[in-house]
C-alpha cells in the first residue's frame, strides 16, 4: 500500500466491537454431520497424530510452557522488538494456534514475509493434520505470509502472496488488517468479560472489501503474545498466557456428530493441549 493509501486507512479505521464470528452459531458451513472441524474434534485423532509423525512435525503440549522454546532460536536481526515472540491467535476457529513473526524476513522494520511452515503451531486433530499438509504444500509452491505495517505502527496488512523467481504472481485469498494496540488497551467479550489487551496485541480483522473500512467487518478474532523467552526465564507470564493454558486443560470433550442443521452448530472455544509445530524455523 502506498503512502496515499496508508493516510487515509489511519484516519477512516475504526476497532469494531468484539464479538468472534467463528465462535458464533451457524458459523461454520460444514454440510457435514461429522465433527471433524471442532478444536477438539475426536474424529481420527490417533490416525492425526500419526500422520503428523509421517511430516515430521515437532509436537508440543499448550500446558508446558517451555515446550514453546524452540519458537525463540531464530529472531531475525532487522525484526523491531515489538514484534518479537510467540502469539497466540485467539478465538480463531481454524487449527492454527501459535505464530510467530520474529522469524520472517524482515525486509525492513516495515515489510515482512513469512514461511507457510516454519512457527506455526497447529492443533494435533484431523483438521490440522489437513491443514499442515495444506501449508507445507504451499510452502513449496512459493507461498509466503506478507505483512505491511502503517506508518503510525498501529495496522497491519496481511496477505499471502505466491511468490516465483522472487517476484509476486498472485495473491490467494483476500488480504486482511490487524489493529495493533501500541499503547495496551481493553475489549469486551460478548459475556460481557474484561479482555485486558498488552501492549502490542492486536485484533485481527476481515472486511467485505479489504480496503474500505466503512465495509462490513466479517471475521475477527485475536492475536496476543504469551511467550518471550527472557519474561519466561523472570517467572512472568502474560496475562493471554493464562487463558491459553486454561482453556487447553479445561475439562471437555466434543460430540462425535454434529446436528446436520448448520444453523445450530457452534464451535467451542477450548484448545487440544496436543499440538504440533510444522517446522521449527
Same mark, same amino acid.
Given at each position: 500500500?502506498?503512502?496515499?493509501? !496508508?493516510?487515509?486507512?489511519?484516519?477512516? @479505521?475504526?476497532?469494531?466491537?468484539?464479538?468472534?464470528?467463528? =465462535?458464533? +452459531?451457524?458459523?461454520?458451513?460444514? /454440510?457435514?454431520?461429522? $465433527? !471433524?472441524?471442532? =478444536?477438539?474434534?475426536?474424529? %481420527?485423532?490417533?490416525?492425526? #497424530?500419526?500422520?503428523?509423525? /509421517?511430516? /515430521?512435525?515437532?509436537?508440543?503440549?499448550?500446558?508446558?510452557?517451555?515446550?514453546?522454546?524452540?519458537?525463540?532460536?531464530?529472531?531475525?536481526?532487522?525484526?523491531?522488538?515489538?514484534?518479537?515472540?510467540?502469539?497466540?491467535?485467539?478465538?480463531?476457529?481454524?487449527?492454527?494456534?501459535?505464530?510467530? =513473526?520474529?522469524? %520472517?524476513?524482515?525486509? *525492513?522494520? &516495515?515489510?515482512?514475509?513469512?514461511?507457510?511452515?516454519?512457527?506455526?503451531?497447529? +492443533? *494435533?486433530? /484431523?483438521?490440522?493434520?489437513?491443514?499442515?499438509? %495444506?501449508?507445507? &504444500?504451499?510452502?513449496?509452491?512459493?507461498?509466503? =505470509?506478507?505483512?505491511?505495517?502503517?506508518?503510525? #505502527?498501529? !495496522?497491519?496488512?496481511?496477505?499471502?502472496?505466491?511468490?516465483?523467481?522472487? $517476484?509476486?504472481?498472485?495473491?490467494?485469498? &483476500?488480504?486482511? !488488517? +490487524?489493529?495493533?494496540?501500541?499503547?495496551?488497551?481493553?475489549?469486551?467479550?460478548?459475556?460481557?468479560?474484561?479482555?485486558?489487551?498488552?501492549?502490542?496485541?492486536?485484533?485481527?480483522?476481515?472486511?467485505?472489501?479489504?480496503?474500505?473500512?466503512?465495509?462490513?467487518?466479517?471475521?475477527?478474532?485475536?492475536?496476543?503474545?504469551?511467550?518471550?523467552?527472557? @519474561? +519466561?526465564?523472570?517467572?512472568?507470564?502474560?496475562? @493471554?498466557? #493464562?487463558?491459553?493454558?486454561?482453556? %487447553?486443560?479445561?475439562?471437555?470433550?466434543?460430540?462425535?456428530?454434529?446436528?446436520?442443521?448448520?444453523?445450530?452448530?457452534?464451535?467451542?472455544?477450548?484448545?487440544?493441549?496436543?499440538?504440533?509445530?510444522?517446522?521449527?524455523?
Amino acid at each position: 500500500m502506498n503512502r496515499e493509501g !496508508w493516510e487515509g486507512w489511519e484516519v477512516r @479505521a475504526k476497532v469494531p466491537t468484539y464479538d468472534p464470528h467463528g =465462535l458464533r +452459531a451457524g458459523f461454520i458451513g460444514s /454440510c457435514c454431520c461429522l $465433527n !471433524w472441524y471442532g =478444536l477438539r474434534s475426536p474424529i %481420527a485423532e490417533p490416525l492425526a #497424530r500419526r500422520c503428523g509423525s /509421517c511430516m /515430521c512435525v515437532h509436537p508440543v503440549r499448550m500446558d508446558r510452557l517451555h515446550d514453546l522454546s524452540p519458537l525463540m532460536d531464530s529472531v531475525h536481526p532487522n525484526c523491531p522488538r515489538e514484534y518479537q515472540g510467540v502469539y497466540w491467535l485467539r478465538d480463531l476457529t481454524q487449527p492454527s494456534s501459535l505464530i510467530t =513473526l520474529h522469524d %520472517a524476513d524482515w525486509v *525492513s522494520s &516495515t515489510l515482512g514475509y513469512k514461511s507457510l511452515t516454519d512457527n506455526w503451531v497447529k +492443533a *494435533s486433530t /484431523c483438521a490440522g493434520t489437513l491443514s499442515t499438509f %495444506a501449508f507445507l &504444500t504451499g510452502d513449496k509452491l512459493g507461498g509466503k =505470509l506478507k505483512f505491511q505495517i502503517s506508518p503510525n #505502527r498501529k !495496522w497491519i496488512l496481511f496477505s499471502y502472496p505466491f511468490i516465483c523467481c522472487g $517476484n509476486e504472481v498472485f495473491e490467494l485469498g &483476500t488480504r486482511h !488488517w +490487524a489493529y495493533v494496540f501500541v499503547n495496551g488497551g481493553v475489549l469486551y467479550s460478548p459475556s460481557g468479560d474484561t479482555i485486558n489487551m498488552q501492549r502490542g496485541d492486536m485484533i485481527r480483522l476481515d472486511f467485505e472489501t479489504w480496503n474500505d473500512p466503512s465495509s462490513e467487518v466479517t471475521y475477527m478474532y485475536l492475536i496476543q503474545r504469551i511467550y518471550l523467552e527472557d @519474561a +519466561a526465564q523472570e517467572g512472568n507470564k502474560f496475562e @493471554a498466557t #493464562r487463558e491459553l493454558q486454561r482453556r %487447553a486443560t479445561v475439562e471437555g470433550t466434543e460430540q462425535f456428530w454434529m446436528s446436520c442443521d448448520r444453523r445450530q452448530n457452534t464451535i467451542q472455544s477450548h484448545l487440544c493441549n496436543n499440538q504440533h509445530i510444522v517446522r521449527v524455523a
